[in-house]
């Protein structure tokens, strides 16, 4: 039988789930429990922070961009060897894609996952009540099975919230938290700023790690925990198909967005991974069939990996040899010509693709993708289909080449060619997910 789970989630996002999940996971890490995590979404950055509070890797479970049997396949991989699994969930409880699909409610009523509701009550009193009980009927395959007060202004305030939520429902309050600025974790453009860039990472872990054991009802919560109800025989989920026999994956401060099903789907099918750093000026592995650019922060390096000419005449040595390079989102951005860094500095990239782009003048850009490949590659035939995300404040000042694929929104409303592809060299600004299902 797989591990009992948990699901966090809260009625809006920015109400502290992240630092909750973080002093949850280290609290019962330091009952001696063996304690994994997930984060429900296309987000790369909560699953590095639960990757430093377990020391496990966190996967993501996206249930509008990945097939059932992924997301399964994903659960189990995550639960193998552990105790309790806690799932992070995005933004509110039913936020998804513009096509009303995809919110971690849906995942919840898909493997049948009990969900902890978090409610910041920093500007909340008695309406506390109406809010929660809106989202117990909101659907009755999602099971809220107890609540977390978050962000209290003290004993006066959590009495007060207390009795509004027991005078009108019966769900259990399990706890609350209150406002505590040591619990700040940095910020920056669409998201938190990477573990690696914040000194007071550790001390942010052990102070919520503290205030959970203190303040909430572990044995409880424990109690409430319960695994999927929804088991699929079957062989392991491969998002992707391996790039190549050898896949040299840049890994670093400037290219850190990889998801684990990914790599634990290739490694699945046989492919040998080689990792190396742009930033420290490494090559890629000289008999790689395949280099893998993922997406990242080369925005905030583009200094040193202009200067990296290891790195740059490594890719170039690669793309001669008809390696497949493919760059994802920064790794696009870092296979162009040009990158011209916030402060307006044009900063020579690798030069393999007729790109050059720009944070000078952010244009956002954020939301689930259908796309169509354009011509075969170890990607899949020509036509092959995936959901991908796009997540990036980059604007695009010129691309040429033929298109890397096509696209549409997660209404279906086409958005016309993405990306260029010029010989075995190919990329875009979207993060593949998963193969579509035919």
């Known amino acids: 039988m797989t591990a009992p789970a948990l699901l966090l989630a809260a009625p809006f996002t920015g109400s502290g789930k992240t630092v909750l999940c973080l002093g949850l996971l280290r609290a019962l890490a330091a009952r001696g429990l063996a304690v994994a995590a997930f984060k429900v979404g296309p987000d790369f950055l909560d699953p590095a922070f639960h990757e430093r509070a377990t020391g496990r890797p966190s996967p993501n479970l996206d249930p509008w961009a990945m097939r059932l049997p992924t997301l399964v396949e994903l659960f189990e991989w995550t639960a193998s060897g552990a105790e309790i699994v806690i799932g992070e969930g995005m933004m509110g409880l039913a936020d998804g894609a513009p096509d009303g699909r995809g919110s971690t409610g849906d995942l919840a009523a898909l493997l049948g996952l009990p969900v902890i509701l978090v409610v910041d009550c920093s ?55 209150p406002e505590d600025p040591a619990l700040v974790l940095a910020e920056r453009h669409l998201g938190l700023v990477l573990p690696e860039e914040q000194p007071r990472l550790e001390a942010v872990i052990a102070r919520a790690g503290e205030l959970v054991a203190e303040r909430l009802d572990l044995d409880r919560l424990l109690r409430l925990a319960r695994p999927p109800s929804l088991a699929i025989l079957g062989p392991r989920a491969r998002p992707w198909p391996p790039l190549g026999r050898k896949i040299a994956v840049a890994r670093d401060a400037a290219f850190a967005f990889t998801y684990p099903s990914v790599l634990e789907g290739w490694r699945a099918a046989g492919a040998e991974l080689a990792f190396f750093s742009p930033l420290a000026d490494e090559a890629p592995a000289a008999d790689a069939d395949a280099v893998y650019l993922p997406g990242g922060y080369p925005e905030l390096h583009a200094g040193r990996l202009a200067a990296a000419s290891t790195f740059r005449s490594g890719l170039a040595a690669a793309a001669a040899r008809g390696a497949f390079v493919y760059g994802e989102c920064g790794g696009y951005m870092a296979l162009g010509r040009t990158l011209v860094d916030a402060e307006g500095t044009a900063h020579r990239m690798a030069g393999l693709l007729p790109l050059e782009t720009s944070l000078a003048e952010p244009a956002p850009r954020i939301g689930w993708r259908r796309i169509r490949l354009e011509g075969g590659s170890p990607l899949g035939r020509d036509g092959a289909r995936y959901k991908a995300h796009e997540f990036h404040v980059a604007r695009t000042l010129s691309e040429g080449g033929p298109p890397f694929a096509r696209a549409a929104d997660a209404r279906g409303r086409e958005l016309g060619p993405v990306g260029c592809r010029i010989g075995s060299i190919a990329g875009s600004f979207l993060h593949l997910i998963d193969r579509e299902a035919d």
């Open 123 to 177: 500007r909340l009193g008695a309406s506390v009540a109406p809010l929660v009980d809106g989202f117990l009927r909101w659907r009755e395959e999602v099971e809220i099975v107890g609540l977390v007060l978050n962000r209290v202004a003290g004993p006066e305030h959590a009495e007060l919230l207390r009795e509004a939520c027991e005078a009108s429902f019966s769900t259990r309050i399990l706890g609350w938290l």
